[in-house]
């Protein structure tokens, strides 16, 4: 069943579409990646999510050619690691990151983190508007950003981010930031939306509505995403893995379901990797 595509709205240089589903590949080899990325976009996958800081450039650029598909069938996007912030090391960041690639633009570049202590995020998202002006990337946008950052952001560019990437699934709904988001125009990605395969996974109240349906509890988590207009990139290690996750479109989760899921938010975030005290460079 064919993934929708998502409209972006600002940060691109013409009309464009993500994706609402791809791949993450964090905590990968280049082998590892180069061989799933293959896979997946075998099986249908179109959007694969990577980062300079993932050190796995290489094998995603590898994998997309083994796929044999012509460029404009995927969906690449990268991020801009905190130790390369600032305006001249962001250009020569990209240019590094398109070469492990081996393509010549991406579709969407990111802010990795705000690093708000840092304080270069500002000429940072300078940099990039002018990658973006030069076609070395189809979008411009952040991760990891709150509403302080955007609107910092706001006050210093009238490029609005196409997209804010952070941290998002039942245990950490982020209903004000994506209220935030929507309200500037920026589509919101959730990152490990599966709560990074923790105990999320294992709450009767998700097993009670995967029986129902006669689907898995990640399929239901992701099809709670895709119900609620937000674009994410589940990370799976097999070919049977990869195919279950994109198996979400042939159901529909209804008000009860929906409000057990939400009754399952506790604030729990994946490692601690809240923005406000989080830091990587
Ligand atoms: N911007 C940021 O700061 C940031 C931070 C973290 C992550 N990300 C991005 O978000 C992506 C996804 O997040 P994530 O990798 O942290 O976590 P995730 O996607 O929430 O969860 C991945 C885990 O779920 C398991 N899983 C996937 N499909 C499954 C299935 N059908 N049945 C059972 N288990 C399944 C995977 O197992 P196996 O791998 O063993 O199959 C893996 O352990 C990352 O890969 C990365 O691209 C971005």
Redesign the pocket.
Known sequence: MAVPQIALMNGTREPMTIPQLGL???RMSDEDTQQLVRVAFDVGYRSI?TAASYENEVGVGRGFRDSGLAREQAFIST?LRGSEQGFDSAKKALDASLDRLGVDYVDLYLI??PLPRLGKYIESWNAMEELLAEGKTRAIGV??FMAEHLERLAQNSSTVPAVN?IEL?PREPQRLQRADDAARGIVTEA???????GDLLQEPALRKIAEKYQK?P?QVVLRWHMQQGIVT??????RA?LE??LEVFDFELGPDDLAAISSLENGWR?NGQDPRHYEEF
């Open positions: 993450g590949t964090a999510d991020k990795h983190w991760s990891n990437q699934h990152w490990s939306p599966l709560g990074n395969a898995s990640v990139f589940p990370k799976a290690s097999t893995r279950q996750n994946v």
